[in-house]
């Protein structure tokens, strides 16, 4: 079944957010939403979430999942704000627990952070099948990128996350705590065990090259074309490749709020004795 698929382009950080639609029903799913966030002066922006609200009212839609890929960390999840205003259950791979793990060590969450992915209504599996409507859809676990990465293929469609981006663009970097360039290649092959005229989105695009913003691109053309991981690239050749692109990377700069809050499924923190929230910065850093 050829599902519905609109995109929402947000330039700050060159996020795509989608929302999947049911072709046979007002059913449908929204991915990766975003949380404008202006980290100068702390202020939360809803310019990309209020368009999807919009969209979602003017089409008169059922939305029945708030779809995460993985943990972003380069955006904070709107996921909470559009729940409460389009209903629908906040879901991601139930490999979140490892994620929280690591990172409530990190930003010493406490003992009230829970471990063990309450924040979120529903934990995928591997090989888990839930419905938009009549639309069937599969979750393959991905790890590479993040421990948590799903790939959700969702009728004739495939949404990846960022373990893939356009074939000028690539794949995702491996080197954040949990990440692992041998992995993501692995995580790739079953990608691209797909049918070929699989369509695939993406959820960054860079426009590399100053070429005009696109993505969406296919199994076929990602064999093809793919600048990391085409056929004829082995898996000694990608890890090389990875591994020391990924060495001078800079890290993104939402990253500190970003995976604070997404680890609690878009969530803010608890406030503190002052009625007042705030988000942490260990000054040790961040490095696999």
């Not at 990190?106 to 099948?129: P, V």
């Amino acid at each position: 079944m050829i599902a519905e698929v609109k995109a929402f382009f947000d330039a700050s950080s060159n996020t795509i957010s989608y929302i999947v639609r049911d072709p046979q029903s007002r059913h449908a799913a929204i991915i990766d939403s975003v949380l404008g966030f202006d980290y100068a002066s702390g202020t939360i922006m809803y310019t990309q979430a209020d368009d999807i609200i919009n969209y979602v009212e003017s089409e008169q839609l059922i939305i029945d999942w708030h779809v995460e890929t993985h943990v972003h960390a380069d955006h904070i999840s709107a996921a909470p704000y559009l729940q409460e205003r389009c209903g629908g259950l906040i879901a991601i791979s139930e490999h979140i627990i490892d994620v929280q793990k690591t990172f409530g060590k990190f930003f010493n969450a406490g003992t009230e952070f829970k471990r063990n992915g309450d924040q979120f209504d529903k934990l995928f599996k591997d090989q888990d099948i839930f419905r938009i409507g009549s639309l069937e859809a599969t979750c393959m676990h991905t790890p590479g990128h993040t421990p948590a990465c799903m790939t959700y293929f969702i009728g004739d469609a495939a949404f990846v996350g960022d373990t893939l981006f356009m074939p000028d663009g690539g794949t995702a970097r491996a080197d954040f705590p949990g990440g692992d360039a041998k992995i993501l290649y692995h995580s790739i092959q079953n990608i691209l065990a797909l049918p070929g005229n699989t369509r695939i989105f993406v959820c960054h695009d860079y426009m590399p090259g100053g070429r005009d913003f696109n993505y969406q691109t296919s199994v076929n053309d990602q064999k093809s074309h793919n600048i990391h991981v085409k056929a004829g690239i082995s898996e000694g050749e990608f890890i090389t490749m990875r591994e020391t692109r990924d060495s001078n990377l800079s890290m993104p700069d939402l990253i500190m709020p970003s995976i604070q809050v997404n680890m609690r499924a878009g969530k803010m923190p608890p406030s503190e004795n002052n009625g007042e929230t705030y988000l942490k910065i260990p000054l040790s850093g961040l490095r696999n």
